[in-house]
Nanobody, 125 residues
Framework: VQLQASGGGLVQPGGSLRLSCAAS????????IGWFRQAPGKEREGVSC????????YYADSVKGRFTISRDNAKNTVYLQMNSLKPEDTAVYYC???????????????????WGQGTLVTVSS
C-alpha cells in the first residue's frame, strides 16, 4: 500500500504546478483524499480534500480560488492544480488517504490512514 506524490518543483510567483498523488496496492475509489503542506518551521496544515465520489471538495482559505483538487479513479490518482502561486505556498506537499467517503475535519492529519512521501514546491523569483 503506497501513495506517491509528485509534480513539485521550482516556479516563479504567479506560476502554476499540478501535483499528482498516485496509489499503488489499493484502490482510491472509497477513500477521501487530502493534501497537506508543511513549510519550514511551521506545522503541517490541511490544504484541500476531495470526497471519494468527487462530489465534495474543500479548500483552506489561503488557497481558495487558486487551487483545484480533482480525482481520476480510473487512473487511481488525485490531482492538485495550483495556480497563481505565491512565495508563501512554498512547502513540502503531502497527499493522504482516509478510509472514509467524506472530508469532514479534513485538516486533522490524525484522521488519515495512508500518507505519501511529500513533494517540494518552491515559489521564488
Amino acid at each position: 500500500v503506497q501513495l506517491q506524490a509528485s509534480g513539485g518543483g521550482l516556479v516563479q510567483p504567479g506560476g502554476s504546478l499540478r501535483l499528482s498523488c498516485a496509489a499503488s496496492g489499493f484502490t482510491l475509489d472509497y477513500y477521501a483524499i487530502g493534501w497537506f503542506r508543511q513549510a519550514p518551521g511551521k506545522e503541517r496544515e490541511g490544504v484541500s480534500c476531495i470526497s471519494s465520489s468527487a462530489g465534495s471538495t474543500y479548500y483552506a482559505d489561503s488557497v481558495k480560488g487558486r487551487f483545484t483538487i480533482s480525482r481520476d479513479n480510473a487512473k487511481n490518482t488525485v490531482y492538485l492544480q495550483m495556480n497563481s502561486l505565491k512565495p508563501e505556498d512554498t512547502a513540502v506537499y503531502y497527499c493522504a488517504a482516509r478510509d472514509q467517503n467524506y472530508c469532514s475535519g479534513y485538516g486533522s492529519s490524525r484522521l488519515y490512514d495512508y500518507w505519501g512521501q511529500g513533494t517540494l514546491v518552491t515559489v521564488s523569483s
